[in-house]
């Protein structure tokens, strides 16, 4: 089944309309992952009511995925849409466990219960679901910034917001162990010495590095790179890697005319090398950029 949706995604329009229809006459069959599935799939091209009514049957087989398609769907509310999300959340659905955490933290379908709260979110720490771990990070980093900018006003919630923002760091760290390559750029944005209390050079200068070396990096993320090799944050000032990562920032366009600056002040030796380094990087596409 996982194969099948896999397929349909890269597909062109007629065979998606093949293997769509396959997936319909196995839902119609009555095969709960394929009812979710099509539910998903044709949730999205509008026809949310025939998608709900899919995730009804799917989730009356059990299927936890279905059960928090359902709840999800904004056609049930309330009572129902907690039970199924209790009941997902319970059967291992690590998206459930954060939508409960979200849920008793603010109130919404439930009493607000900050212990819920926590214990949905450790629920879904421990689950290991890559893009939850992301997500519950954005929400933690999120919480920090808010109760960090309160706390202008308000001292005593400078404790508050940085407790959050441990937290967004311990669960933007297990997103990037699990895989999530995009939670290395997170972690260079609270090393960086916007958020007091939280920068840290190294840390900055490591995460950065880690985000700049996948494939897809954002250009920004090099350019940050760039600046701290050339001003020296977290490491020796090294003008060879400075620019390095700036002429490579340009691999959409143009690269910033800073780059030819840095090129001026660089010895022999360092031109030789970056040059090197830099054809390697574009003979692989820019898919292998590491120094």
Known sequence: MTRAVQAMGKAGFGKKQAVLAWLKARADEGNADAQYAYGTEIQYTGNLTDAVAYFEKAAAQGLPKAKYGLAMSGMVSGERKTSLLQSAANAGDARAMYELSLAY?????????????????????????????????ENYWTLGLTAMDRARSNPALVGEGQAAMRDAIRFYEAAHGAGNESAAGRLARIYDGSISGFANDQLMLKWLTVEASRPGAPAETMRKLSEAYEQGRGTPVDLMKAWFWLETSGRYGEAPGHTAEIWRRMSPAQQSMGERLIIGCKISEYKRCKV
């Open 105 to 137: 933290r603010w109130g919404r379908g439930v009493g607000q219960d900050p212990a819920q709260s926590r214990a949905w979110a450790e629920k879904a720490f421990r689950a290991r679901d890559r893009d939850v771990l992301l997500s519950m990070g």
